[in-house]
Structures are given as structure tokens and as C-alpha cells.
């Protein structure tokens, strides 16, 4: 009879309906995971062959603008600007070469410097006192620092002193409110911060003391993560540097300003301008797709 809905009937328009409100589900979940990306990517068609194209050249300019900031930095340079300017020409250089060989399949690529941090490497290569060029025993290695990367003591063991005895070595960080110190002894090295007091013993000599991997002499030694606990920016001190003889070596954030002669024009300690880390802007077009991101790189100084 006409007017009259059968109960399958309704069972049909609910089992419509819940399907009908299962795919806007789908639909809503899938903008809302769009707009998550950080990456700017647009499509006529889910080209997927597309999308591993975009994900190999974004590779392959990653490793290209990381190679190429290692090797600006550790070839030589007076200053930090001819660094940059160095790196910019280089990166320059590889986004043209890239470019004439993907435009053969009608791609557009590009790779640009966006910007860069300055830094400085400061090293002791020769075996000598942990002092600056002149012989000073407490002085600043770096101010303003906010981030540290590949530091690490090597000592020798018959340098030390026991620290029941004598004011033992000293690396020190303060943010102006808190301090992070490191003593290294003939016995233990003992890391004091913010977050406490840790102890690890020494075993072997020469005492390496490798903050990168948080170890003394290859043991685990968690305290050692550099500045734990501390605001930024600090500066980094020495202190007693003449109770320690051995080398070291640390890159830091910041350009370095060797007003006070803490380090030697030819000789030991040595800063050396570096580009701490560049952010580069990858783009890929083709008539389907446009896709623009920015990577950041750091010469494979990375201590993560």
C-alpha cells in the first residue's frame, strides 16, 4: 500500500545512511590530515609516480646542501662571510646543474640558500694545557652560545690531579642563573647541574670524554649531555685549565670574537669561522604538480 514503509525498508535507509555518514568521515579525516602538512604540495591527480619523484629530489638536494656545507667548511676561508658566500656559489652551482638535466623531462627544479647561522669550531689539536694562547688558566671559550655540537675532551690521565687534593679541570656553562660544570680528576669525571649530581669513573688513559655520545672512555655517562638544564644563551668557561694536558675540540652557534687573544693566530687553541647551519629552499614543478619546501642542514655535524 502506498505510504507504507516496510521494516527492511528502514533497515535499508539506516544502513544507507550510516554509510553515507562513514564516507564524510573519511572525507573530513583526510582535509584535516592535508592541512597538516608543513609542505606545500598541490596536484591536478594523485600522481603517486609524481609524489616518489618529489621525495627522491628532495633527497638528493638534502645530501647535495649538506655535503656541500661540510666541505665550504673545512676548506679554507678568511672570514665567515666569504664561508657563506662560498656556500651560496656551490649550492648555486648544483641547483643549475639539476635543473638543466631534469628539464629534459619537463620538471623545474630549483635549490636556494635562504638564510645561515653563524658559527665557530674551536679546537686544540697538539697536546698542550687546556689553557688559552697566552697561558691563562681560567678563561671564556665562547659567550652567547645556544647550541653545541661534537665536543669532546681527550686527556691524558697522568695530567690530572686528584681532586681531594687540588682544584681539578673545569669545563663550565652558565646561562647567568644556573651552571653546569664538568670536573675531570685523575679517578672520575663529575658532571654538577641543574637537574643534580653524576659521577663516572675513569678507565682507561687517555681520558676521552665524549659529550656527542654522553661517555667517558666508552661507558655511559648521561650527565654529559652538553648544558642540560640551562636557559640559553650561556657561555662557555674553562677553568684550571693548567690541571689538564691533552686535546679537545667543539663547535658553537655563534661567531666568536677573539678580542681578549684567547686564541692563537697560528697555533693553539684555534677558532675557525664556520656556517653552523644553512636552511635551503627545494621547489619541484611539473604540469601536475608544484611542491616547495625548506630543509635545514648542517655539514654533518649533527649530534642527533
Not at 194 to 206: F, I, K, L, S, Y
Not at 248 to 254: N, Q
Amino acid at each position: 500500500m502506498a505510504g507504507v514503509t516496510r521494516p527492511d525498508d528502514r533497515g535499508q535507509l539506516l544502513l544507507v545512511g550510516a554509510f553515507g555518514l562513514a564516507v564524510l568521515l573519511v572525507v573530513l579525516a583526510g582535509v584535516v590530515n592535508s592541512a597538516a602538512y608543513t609542505d606545500s604540495l598541490t596536484t591536478s591527480t594523485g600522481d603517486l609516480n609524481g609524489g616518489r619523484d618529489v621525495a627522491a629530489f628532495r633527497a638528493d638536494a638534502g645530501r647535495a646542501a649538506d655535503g656541500i656545507l661540510g666541505r665550504v667548511n673545512d676548506g679554507p676561508a678568511p672570514d665567515y662571510a666569504a664561508r657563506e658566500d662560498r656556500f651560496r656559489d656551490a649550492v648555486d652551482n648544483w641547483s643549475d646543474a639539476a635543473g638543466r638535466q631534469h628539464a629534459m623531462d619537463g620538471t623545474g627544479v630549483g635549490v636556494s640558500v635562504v638564510g645561515t647561522t653563524r658559527g665557530s669550531r674551536i679546537t686544540q689539536s697538539t697536546a698542550r694545557p687546556l689553557t688559552n694562547a697566552s697561558g691563562t688558566a681560567d678563561w671564556t671559550v665562547a659567550a652567547g652560545v645556544s647550541d653545541v655540537r661534537r665536543a669532546r675532551l681527550n686527556l691524558s690521565q697522568s695530567s690530572l690531579l686528584d681532586c681531594g687534593v687540588g682544584a681539578c679541570y673545569e669545563l663550565v656553562a652558565d646561562d647567568g642563573t644556573d651552571v653546569w660544570r664538568v670536573t675531570v680528576g685523575r679517578l672520575f669525571v663529575t658532571v654538577d647541574g641543574p637537574a643534580g649530581t653524576e659521577q663516572c669513573a675513569v678507565t682507561a688513559d687517555p681520558v676521552v670524554v665524549d659529550f656527542r655520545n654522553e661517555t667517558v672512555n666508552g661507558d655511559s655517562c648521561p650527565a654529559l649531555s652538553f648544558a642540560e638544564g640551562l636557559s640559553t644563551p650561556y657561555d662557555i668557561r674553562i677553568r684550571n685549565g693548567d690541571a689538564a694536558t691533552g686535546t679537545y675540540r667543539l663547535t658553537v652557534d655563534t661567531d666568536v670574537d677573539d678580542d681578549d687573544g684567547d686564541f692563537a693566530a697560528a697555533g693553539e687553541p684555534s677558532v675557525t669561522p664556520v656556517v653552523y647551519a644553512a636552511d635551503v629552499r627545494v621547489s619541484y614543478r611539473t604540469p601536475r604538480l608544484t611542491y616547495a619546501t625548506e630543509l635545514r642542514v648542517d655539514g654533518g655535524e649533527s649530534d642527533g
